[in-house]
C-alpha cells in the first residue's frame, strides 16, 4: 500500500484555504477539484483536508479507469490503466445559487 505525501501538512492546508475563504473569497464562487489514483493509502490528508475545511461542501465524486502512454514508468511504452479517483467541492455562495447543473 502506497501511503500519503509526508511533506504535505493538511493542517497548515487547512488553516490557509479556511482563512482564504473566508476572509477573501467570501463573495465569490469557488470551486475546488481532486483528483489522484484510487488507493486507500494515498488519500487519507486529502479525507482530512476535505473533513476540516467546513467552508466547502461535496457536490460530486467518482471513480473512473482511464488509460495512459506510460513513458517514465515500469510499463514504459505501454498503454497502461490507472483508476482515478475524482471529487468536486463547492462553496456556500455556489450551494446559494442556482447556476449548479447537475452532471
Known sequence: MK???????????ISFVS????NHLASDKVC??????YSDGLNTKWERFKNGVKELQGLSKDCEVVYYWDVTG?????????KLR??????RKWMASDDIIPF
Open 32 to 37: 475546488l477539484v481532486f483528483q489522484n489514483p
Open 3 to 13: 501511503a500519503a505525501s509526508h511533506q504535505l501538512q493538511e493542517g497548515g492546508l
Open 86 to 91: 475524482r471529487e468536486f467541492l463547492l462553496n
Open 74 to 82: 515500469r510499463e514504459h511504452g505501454q498503454l497502461t490503466p490507472i
Open 19 to 22: 482563512g482564504l475563504l473566508k
